[in-house]
């Protein structure tokens, strides 16, 4: 008897650890989802604000602020929504900065892609610059030039509906039963809010 639950109890135990680790993680999933829709409803209301994606990113930071011990941002996508789901296009995904990156990346007129450490910004500084007075454009070398939040043509009520983003989360596992490096990624899909009157 001694010896049958010396040989069971190291499958139990592995069980178990791993019903925890798939809890947490699942619970993880549910943080960023919620945290999400949040952030989505800020690059929603602020459409063609010209910090509309520095906001943005500073409600991602403050929504996942929660999983900072198990959990880090690997990127965010702000992006165009062209197919029926909503879902973010192949070209935005196949960009990945490293995680220390302060350079802009994105494809032009469809996405503007963020590293760890852009998201992790605290003010628009260099990496936001807008142009003109109102302003009325990006800079050349902003963050967000690649789908300008002032360019009439990307995010206007009147000509692109909807505006996404997307967020992928590394997990880290802690009881050790998973491999490290998990995945989490979500993304969520609004309708860009028209300006107010006299805006």
Known sequence: MIIEAALALPIIVILVLGILEYGMAFHEGIIIERGLTLVGRT?????ASPYADFETLRAVDSQLLALQETSSVKRVIIYKPSSADGSVPQA?????????????AGVSGVCNVYSAAQVAQDSPGSGFVVTGSPPSGCGGASWHRFL???????????TQTKIGVYIEVEY????????????????????????????
Do not use: D, F, M
Request: net charge positive; proline share 14%.
């Open 43 to 47: 690059v929603s209301n602020l459409g």
């Open 92 to 104: 935005c995904l196949n960009i990945q900065p490293s995680p220390g990156s302060l350079s802009g």
């Open 148 to 158: 300008c939040p002032l360019n009439g043509s990307h995010r206007n009520p009147k």
């Open 172 to 199: 880290q596992p802690v009881t050790g039963i998973w491999p490290s490096g998990q995945t989490i990624e979500r993304h969520v899909v609004y309708a860009i809010e028209p300006p107010s009157v006299g805006s």
